[in-house]
């Protein structure tokens, strides 16, 4: 299992790398830039937070890493790991449809709420980083 060390970093392929769900008390990383945005960090073994420019992105009950998240207005890709079964929750686009992958087994669609936010449960097993794809309709 392999975590991210400096709690958030960039990678080669212009994505980000982030969280440490084997610490045991919690760390942040604020104003972290990247392609002119500014990201925040908060992760710890209970939950991972993200947010991009003050606003919601990711969160993960229990923490996470996060490998190659990377987020356009059609698609959000990353992979996950941590030591339990995870819910994630996303910040999209309000009473948007969404069609949700995990190592690219298509879960359903899914509608966000009022507020933007898609809920998904990721099952998590021995060192095993899945794949999340989710994609706009």
Known sequence: M??????????NDGAISFGNYMLDQKS????FEHNGDLYKVKTFKEITK????GLFVYESVP?????SFNA????INFAVE????????????????????VDDTNVGKMKTNL???????VE???GKRPKVKVVKL
């Open 2 to 11: 392999t975590v991210v060390e400096e709690l958030i970093r960039k990678e």
């Open 28 to 31: 942040k990383v604020s104003d």
């Open 50 to 53: 993200l947010e991009k420019n």
């Open 63 to 67: 923490g996470t890493s996060v490998f």
């Open 72 to 75: 356009t207005d059609k698609e």
């Open 82 to 101: 941590g030591t339990e079964d995870v819910q994630i929750t996303l910040e999209l686009e309000p009473e948007k449809e969404y069609k949700v992958f």
């Open 115 to 121: 507020g933007g936010k898609l809920v998904v449960s």
């Open 124 to 126: 998590l097993s021995n």
